[in-house]
Structure formats: C-alpha cells, structure tokens
C-alpha cells in the first residue's frame, strides 16, 4: 500500500466550477497535510498546507481534512485555465523524521 | 512563503563529465534539503535527503557515488552528478525544509541533458 494515494486523473472542470481533488493516505500517525500546484515543466509550489481537522480556507482554494478517514482533500472555486496544473499531495509523519510522502498528482484541466 | 534558488536552471553536457547543481534556500536556515529527480510526465521521485553536516540518505536504487551530495551549510547543498550519461539527463530539483514551519519549499529545478 502507497503512503499516499492520489487519482491520476485527468480530472476536467469547467471554467467557473468547483474542482474536488482528494487524496489518502495510509498511515494514522501523519500529522502535516500539504498540497503542491506543479505546473508542466515547472517545479512544484505550496498551496496550502493543514494540520487539524477540518476546512481551511485561503482565497479560492479549501483544504479539508479528515484524520478518521485518512484522506485531505481540496477544493478549488471558480476554477479558472490558469488553474490547470497537476496537483501533489503530501504528508508527513513524525516517526519518519517528518519525512515528506508525496503522492503521484493529479493532472486537472480547467476547460475554458 | 520562503524562496530556495537552484543553479543553474539548465545545463547541456558531454558524457562523461561532471555536473554540479546547487540549492540554496536564499530566507531561511534548512537542516535538511531534499533532491529529486523528474522525468517527463512523471510523478517526483525522491533521490536522496541531505542533512547539513551529515551523510547524505539515498533512496534504494540510487547510486551514491554517482550523486554526490554535500550539505556543508544551513542555506546550501550540492548535487553532483559524476561521469553523467545520456540516462542522467532529467529534471532534478531541490527542497529545503523549513523546520519552524514544517513545511519543504521546492527550488524552480535543473534541467540536465547529458549529450
């Protein structure tokens, strides 16, 4: 079983919806959350990071995350083409040194 | 958020020669940077966990003799890819961890094409 476990995708929203990106991961002891944006041949870059149960906001993008369930999600309103870009989750655990586990990503296309 | 600058950002060599990258994390101290590799259309794949003033940690798989890591400071690390061949050439990019937010920031990345 994979750390952490992503839908490759591609995922493809209209411009304007709501795109829902979710991911799990296997172990109960992680403690920090994290989602990367990498755009194509770019190196990827924060976009939320959450560490308690619950919703974070921050602009367009929610962060949820459920610990009973093992899995984060994120939510992206008013998706916009700029927003197409392939989407890392990661985690950490703090029994691994806070190693980061990042999962494969998943590719999403906003469709103007 | 915090910056990590990498150098240089691309690099055509021969085979056979040396390359060396650096990653410096340019508004914070890191302990530990990370260096990964990243073909096209692929997922990042973690290379080696550098610790400053320490061995570096490499993944199974990866040669540490050909990857030469070195984390002599708390802002920079270097990977040096020796006798490099057409097989090496890749994306490679850096983090560095940012320890009083637990968060690891990703450089803007190398891209190596070995001729």
């Known amino acids: 079983q994979k750390e952490v476990e992503q839908n490759s995708g591609p995922l493809s929203v209209p411009e304007g919806a709501i795109a829902s990106l979710n991911c799990t991961y296997s172990?109960?002891?992680?403690?920090?959350f994290f989602w990367y944006r990498q755009y194509s041949g770019k190196s990827p870059e924060l976009i939320m990071s959450?560490?308690?149960?619950g919703d974070k906001e921050d602009g367009r993008f929610t962060a949820q995350l459920n610990k009973a369930s093992q899995y984060v999600s994120l939510l992206i309103r008013d998706s916009q083409p700029s927003d197409s870009a392939t989407y890392l989750c990661?985690?950490?655990?703090?029994?691994?040194?806070?190693?980061?586990?990042f999962g494969t990503g998943t590719s999403l296309t906003v469709i103007p | 958020g915090a910056v990590v600058s990498q150098h240089p950002s691309r690099v055509i060599c021969k085979s056979g020669t040396s390359v060396k990258i650096e990653c410096r994390s340019l508004?914070?101290?890191?302990?530990?940077m990370f260096w990964y590799r990243q073909f096209p259309k692929k997922s990042l794949m973690l290379m080696a966990t550098?610790?400053?003033?320490?061995?570096?940690?490499?993944e199974q798989g990866v040669e540490k003799d050909k990857f030469l890591i070195n984390h002599a400071s708390l802002t920079l690390s270097t990977l040096t890819v020796t006798s490099a061949h057409p097989e090496d050439s890749s994306f490679y990019i850096c983090?560095?961890?940012?320890?009083?937010?637990?968060?690891?920031?990703f450089g803007p990345g190398t891209r190596l094409l070995v001729l």
């Open positions: 959450i560490y308690s149960n």
């Open positions: 990661a985690v950490t655990r703090s029994n691994t040194g806070n190693q980061f586990y």
């Open positions: 172990d109960r002891g992680s403690q920090s």
């Open positions: 983090s560095a961890r940012d320890t009083v937010q637990e968060t690891q920031y």
């Open positions: 508004d914070f101290q890191a302990t530990t």
């Open positions: 550098s610790n400053e003033g320490s061995k570096a940690t490499y």
